[in-house]
């Protein structure tokens, strides 16, 4: 019986490119997940795309004198490029611009609006005399009430993680002018979230199989009460808001981005001629949905969107928000803004996807945050990924390749080290299965790594290339299993590194995508012709840790 997986990725915002700290925290684990599913045989939908509304925009397109539509587009469009080189397997990566998602955005919004869980209301206002106009969130800056730290912004504070109402800041300031904003009351939508409180306790207390990060968070806010939100505000780049006389004022960006889960779903399902083919991923009971999402946005996922499903109703919860935590850079914390951070494009531009891959997944920040530093990625992928993995591959492929004539060597009757690495095999395959079915990526690899460790120590014990003078029907069946054990490593790491997954799985001679061969022990059957290999991964030289390190921060 094949399953139905919803996976949703959170939105980047189409303000400057990615980052390692993103990659790490939502889009890796989520592309891993899928093809895990997809090579099961499931059936998967991996959507989400760049979110173009809000202030982030807007103030990316003053600062530098464009117009947001074209930041946005420009940054869409890198995006793209950018899924595509990495290996991120989205289904559909869209935007929040389409007519689509204002038309879902704005369906959501009126039926709230007709059950009564969207109430119209005055609220207290920043509004800066001098540049006459309200100010969104992000056009002010303080203190935090919470923390008290320096630099919050009107919507969050980046210290504490704490949402923030931005009348609560202490101090608060214009960004554009700098002067001291008046208090002034000015007419929005508030979404009523109150009224969902033991419908989500309910609901919230019962998903054991979150992880204890997000269960805990997700009782906490539960435990101090859920207040009612503002999801329109006064600014014009946005969903318009559907009602007269609140022309000049928008939908709330983080009201609007979660219904972009949906909109792609329907988006994707009329892409394949089928337009009705949504419903079967967010109203079959059976199928379940997967939020991929750094911890941040944890209280987004957990509460907010479940609320405005539960108010609109007819459509599946989440299933599981499997957020990771942060990754820190050479040990401190990321910072865009003090360009202590790596650029997606930029590491793409120099190196292997599968190195970065590889090095984000074994070091994943699942249940603490990790640290990505050069002299790691350069040490796991020289000490790992080149010596463990892609030298049992080219050791087990130049050797039969030169001395069987270029083809798959038949093996003799099989001794008991050879039975016990081939079911060893077999073994790592169900692990790895069990790992990737519960989100726990970094378990996973290094379950798989493990294989290959094994296989290098049969390898060595065996020597073929030293059996093959005196019984070559030995060094043959040596060279068999070894095969064995290398294509099934291809299958088993294909989630967490597909394109040399894919090069390997050509280079034992077999046709087609490994993805279709499905999450299975494929032993290249004797005789089957090998193409000439070539070193799946490449070593690197240090010197690019200083090179690296230099440009943090500058
Ligand atoms: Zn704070
Ligand atoms: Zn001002």
Redesign the pocket.
């Known amino acids: 019986m094949s399953e139905k997986i919803l996976i949703g990725v959170a939105w980047p915002y189409a303000n400057g490119s990615l980052h390692l700290g993103q990659i790490a925290g939502a889009y890796l684990p989520a592309d891993i997940f899928a093809r895990y599913h997809r090579i099961k045989g499931n059936e998967v939908v991996m959507v989400s795309g760049s979110d173009q509304h809000g202030t982030p925009i807007t103030i990316k397109a003053e600062q530098e004198g464009k117009k947001p539509a074209e930041i946005a587009d420009k940054y869409y469009r890198e995006f793209l490029d950018s899924w595509q080189r990495l290996g991120i397997s989205f289904d559909l990566f869209t935007t929040t611009g389409t007519a689509n998602h204002a038309s879902v955005a704005q369906d959501i919004f009126l039926t709230l609006l007709k059950k009564d869980y969207i109430y119209k209301s005055s609220m207290s206002q920043p509004y800066?005399?001098?540049?006459q106009?309200f100010?969104p969130d992000r056009?002010i800056e303080g203190t935090c009430p919470y923390c008290h730290s320096p630099g919050a912004r009107g919507d969050q504070c980046d210290a504490c993680g704490q949402p923030i109402n931005a009348a609560e800041l202490i101090e608060p300031l214009?960004?554009?002018?700098?002067?001291s904003?008046e208090i002034k009351d000015t007419e929005h939508f508030f979404l009523k979230l109150s009224a969902f409180q033991d419908r989500l306790s309910d609901w919230a207390e019962r998903q054991n199989h979150w992880r204890p990060n997000v269960y805990s968070l997700t009782r906490r806010y539960l435990k101090e009460g859920l207040r009612d939100r503002a999801i329109t505000r006064d600014l014009e780049w946005g969903v318009p808001v559907p009602v007269d006389g609140f022309e000049h004022k928008s939908i709330y960006v983080w009201f609007e981005a979660v219904i972009g889960y949906l909109s792609a779903t329907r988006e994707w399902a009329k892409s394949t001629g089928d337009e009705e083919k949504w419903r079967s991923f967010w109203q079959d009971k059976e199928a379940k949905s997967y939020y991929f999402i750094g911890k941040d946005n944890i209280p987004f996922h957990t509460l907010i969107w479940p609320a405005m499903l539960m108010g609109y109703g007819d459509l599946n919860l989440p299933y599981d928000v499997p957020a990771n935590e942060f990754l820190t850079i050479e040990g401190r914390k990321l910072s865009t803004s003090r360009n202590w951070a790596v650029w997606l494009p930029d590491y793409l531009s120099r190196y292997d996807p599968d190195s970065l891959r590889y090095l984000l997944s074994i070091n994943m920040p699942e249940t603490g945050d990790t640290d990505f530093s050069w002299r790691e990625f350069v040490r796991r992928n020289n000490d790992e990924l080149v010596a463990t993995y892609g030298n049992l591959v080219h050791r087990v492929l130049t050797f039969t390749y030169r001395n069987f004539d270029g083809s798959v060597p038949s093996a003799g009757e099989l001794d008991s080290q050879s039975q016990a690495l081939l079911k060893k095999a077999e073994e790592t395959l169900n692990t790895v299965d069990g790992f990737l079915y519960r989100c726990h990526f970094r378990e996973a690899i290094r379950s798989a790594m493990s294989l290959a460790q094994e296989g290098n120590r049969y390898l060595d014990d065996k020597s073929p290339w030293k059996a093959i003078k005196e019984d070559s029907q030995a060094a043959a069946t040596s060279l068999y299993v070894t095969l064995g054990i290398i294509s099934s490593l291809k299958t088993i790491l294909y989630p967490f590194l597909p394109f040399s997954s894919q090069r390997l799985h050509e280079f034992l001679g077999f046709k087609g995508s490994v993805e279709k061969n499905g999450w299975q022990i494929q032993l290249p059957p004797a005789g089957q012709r090998l193409l000439e290999p070539q070193p799946l991964f490449t070593k690197l030289d240090e010197k690019l840790v200083e090179e690296e390190s230099s440009r943090l921060g500058q």
């Open positions: 800066c005399p001098r540049c106009r100010l056009y214009c960004r554009i002018c700098g002067a904003p």
